[in-house]
T-cell receptor, first 118, second 113 residues
Framework: KAGVTQTPRYLIKTRGQQVTLSCSPI?????VSWYQQTPGQGLQFLFE???????NKGNFPGRFSGRQFSNSRSEMNVSTLELGDSALYLC?????????????????FGPGTRLLVL | GNSVTQMEGPVTLSEEAFLTINCTYT??????LFWYVQYPGEGLQLLLK?????DKGSNKGFEATYRKETTSFHLEKGSVQVSDSAVYFC????????????FGQGTTLQVKP
């Protein structure tokens, strides 16, 4: 089975621009979660989507948004980019409600999109 | 709220040495616990997991036991290799907190030949 894929892998933007990142989950996984990784703050949860609905959200400003499509693929968007948005953005997929109880919450991560804001 | 605390790094060991990376957590209910590993320039790889108290997760020679009495999930390996050099993250998934993993700050392991 193919793993989680993310595109693009690298991105350079300037302050004030917006960016859209894409994530394709493992086939059969219906939940997609997004995380931001920075040296200072570590790994922080952005939001989670399941069946095209946002089910959970972290403490990020409204500039960070996402969506999920009927095929479970997900996108996240960051508007009005700031220098502090430079980070590695990781998405992860899970079975969430399917399979054995112990397996449902297990998240599998993609390689990430490295965003640099100048 | 839920939280995870890992031992500070970096940890530097010689090849074939014994590894322990400490992880303790704070959570209500019965969280699931995970160890992930991140190699330079890559995403996170699931190393092992445990979903209930006294469960032992194991993979590639690494082990961790879910200890509810001490709220710990320490990672161990009997004999490390240079290829184990990476950053290790302890994480928990809290009861009812859908899709959200809470991570420790990560511990960098460097193994020297």
């Amino acid at each position: 089975k193919a793993g989680v894929t993310q595109t693009p892998r690298y991105l350079i933007k300037t302050r004030g621009q917006q960016v859209t990142l894409s994530c394709s989950p493992i086939s059969g996984h219906r939940s997609v979660s997004w995380y931001q990784q920075t040296p200072g703050q570590g790994l922080q949860f952005l939001f989670e989507y399941f069946s095209e609905t946002q089910r959970n959200k972290g403490n990020f400003p409204g500039r960070f948004s996402g969506r999920q499509f009927s095929n479970s693929r997900s996108e996240m968007n960051v508007s009005t980019l700031e220098l502090g948005d430079s980070a590695l953005y990781l998405c992860a997929s899970s079975l969430a409600g399917q399979g054995q109880l112990g397996d449902q919450e297990t998240q599998y991560f993609g390689p990430g999109t490295r965003l640099l804001v100048l | 709220g839920n939280s995870v605390t890992q031992m500070e790094g970096p940890v530097t060991l010689s090849e074939e040495a014994f590894l322990t990376i400490n992880c303790t957590y704070t959570a209500t209910g019965y969280p699931s616990l995970f160890w992930y590993v991140q190699y330079p320039g890559e995403g996170l790889q699931l190393l092992l997991k445990a979903t209930k108290a006294d469960d032992k997760g194991s993979n590639k020679g690494f082990e961790a036991t879910y200890r509810k009495e001490t709220t710990s999930f320490h990672l161990e390996k009997g004999s490390v290799q240079v290829s184990d050099s990476a950053v290790y993250f302890c994480a928990l998934h809290g009861s009812g907190n859908t899709g959200k993993l809470i991570f420790g700050q990560g511990t960098t392991l460097q193994v020297k030949p």
